[in-house]
């Protein structure tokens, strides 16, 4: 079945250590997504891909980066995490006939302490 | 920056009535989308509904409709017969180069 996949669900790491985030989907989309979310609020858009080796920063500047190897996996990296990147993680895919419609992931809930 | 503005933080409907969100939003393309998604809470963020801006036509999806008015720059959600599984928070978002842009979400609760 085509979906879109986020792990690990839930995590709690301490100060400064490196994190990955993963993301993959089998929906065959070119475009995919990365957005952070404090509970209750509004998406904040932080990279974007295009296709493979595609990678753009979005409107909400992080410390995060990302990668795009492959079309189906696209990875978000924190070198040395800190407690201001305690927020929701969510992924997102479109392409295909679908225009501009983004299939979201079921985030991450990171905190980092 | 081009802006999602919903007005309404918190709203609120009987179960089986009809409740209206409000979206505007401001852009300088001429060729965008505009959507409403729906997150429970702690739950996967599913699409609602879509508009094409080009169509004049009101999308409708079983009990959810929009009032899309392209001058006024308006496209609200209308949800008729609300059901307990309609409480979530709901984001109005406009499309256009393949981006999202959010507005901040307005929460509606369904009381039985």
């Known amino acids: 079945e085509a979906d879109i996949y986020q792990t690990p669900r839930y995590l709690v790491i301490g100060t400064g250590k490196k994190i990955t985030l993963e993301c993959s989907q089998t929906m065959g989309h070119d475009k995919m997504y990365w957005y952070q979310q404090d509970p209750g609020m509004e998406l904040h858009l932080i990279h974007y891909?295009?296709?493979?080796?595609?990678?753009e920063k979005g409107d909400l500047s992080s410390e995060s980066t990302v990668s795009r190897i492959r079309t189906e996996h696209f990875p978000l990296t924190l070198e040395s995490a800190r407690p201001s990147h305690t927020s929701q993680y969510l992924c997102?895919?479109?392409?295909?006939?679908?225009?501009?419609?983004?299939?979201f992931g079921p985030g991450t809930r990171l905190t980092v302490l | 920056a081009q802006t999602v503005t919903q007005s309404q933080p918190e709203m609120s409907v009987q179960e089986a009535e009809t409740v209206t969100l409000s979206c505007t939003y401001d852009t300088s393309e001429s060729d965008y989308y505009l959507f409403w998604y729906k997150q429970p809470p702690s739950r996967q963020m599913i699409l609602v509904i879509r508009?094409?801006?080009?169509?004049?036509q009101n999308a409708t999806e079983n009990r959810f409709s929009v009032n899309f008015q392209k001058a006024a720059k308006s496209f609200s959600l209308k949800i008729s017969d609300s059901q307990l599984g309609d409480a979530a928070m709901y984001f109005c978002a406009r499309g256009s180069n393949y981006k999202l842009t959010f507005g901040k979400g307005t929460l509606l609760t369904v009381n039985p």
């Open positions: 891909s295009y296709g493979v080796n595609s990678t």
């Open positions: 508009q094409e801006a080009y169509k004049q």
């Open positions: 997102a895919s479109s392409g295909g006939t679908g225009g501009h419609e983004q299939f």
